[in-house]
T-cell receptor, first 118, second 113 residues
Framework: GAVVSQHPSWVICKSGTSVKIECRSLDFQATTMFWYRQFPKQSLMLMAT?????????EQGVEKDKFLINHASLTLSTLTVTSAHPEDSSFYIC??????????????FGEGSRLTVL | GDSVTQMEGPVTLSEEAFLTINCTYTATGYPSLFWYVQYPGEGLQLLLKATKADDKGSNKGFEATYRKETTSFHLEKGSVQVSDSAVYFC????????????FGTGTRLQVFP
């Protein structure tokens, strides 16, 4: 199956700094990628939909100025957590879509990135 | 809005036992339903799906039937193996069948020899 890779797998940063997480589709072109946040023992919460070449669509309640998403190419989307604070500590996951009508909902997920803000 | 409810885990079983993980959903329209599995240290991966009522998705010995009358999509396997130990997520597509999935909270399965 298709492969999606996230980097870094884990990162620790100081409060007030910015952190960038990359999500790459390694063997297919992904017109659409999704970013999620997962809290312990909770579901994946969709943060935003990232479309190549256009602005991301954020879910209600997600601060677009804090969580900057860029999808500059068909194989790379980035999530930048700006001015991170301890409450931003979480597990961030990306996924990519085939974008094909017959494969709706069949997503390929990265391994996740654990962010710890001190 | 649309939502997915899964049974809480962990589910602990001995090898070769029968597995059921319950999943119910609330949705307008006719969503597609999915089970994703996350093995330790790996990303979620699609296990099976069903796109309409009474469809049965199956893969690797796992099955789930899309029951519209009970709004359920329970995951079953007749004989689990230690290698099936993982977290299982039930999910549905949005009401207009988009790639935006709504996930349940996940159920951890632990299988012991």
């Amino acid at each position: 199956g298709a492969v999606v890779s996230q980097h870094p797998s884990w990162v620790i940063c100081k409060s007030g700094t910015s952190v960038k997480i990359e999500c790459r589709s390694l063997d297919f072109q992904a017109t659409t990628m999704f970013w999620y946040r997962q809290f312990p023992k909770q579901s994946l919460m969709l943060m935003a939909t990232s479309n190549e070449g256009s602005k991301a669509t954020y879910e209600q309640g997600v601060e677009k100025d804090k969580f900057l998403i860029n999808h500059a190419s068909l194989t790379l989307s980035t999530l930048t957590v700006t001015s991170a604070h301890p409450e931003d500590s979480s597990f961030y996951i990306c996924s990519a879509s085939w974008g094909l009508a017959g494969r709706i909902g069949e997503l390929f997920f990265g391994e996740g990135s654990r962010l710890t803000v001190l | 809005g649309d939502s997915v409810t899964q049974m809480e885990g962990p589910v602990t079983l001995s090898e070769e036992a029968f597995l059921t993980i319950n999943c119910t959903y609330t949705a307008t329209g006719y969503p597609s339903l999915f089970w994703y599995v996350q093995y330790p240290g790996e990303g979620l991966q699609l296990l099976l799906k069903a796109t309409k009522a009474d469809d049965k998705g199956s893969n690797k010995g796992f099955e789930a039937t899309y029951r519209k009358e009970t709004t359920s999509f329970h995951l079953e396997k007749g004989s689990v193996q230690v290698s099936d130990s993982a977290v299982y997520f039930c999910a549905l597509s949005g009401s207009y069948n988009t790639d935006k999935l709504i996930f349940g909270t996940g159920t951890r399965l632990q299988v012991f020899p």
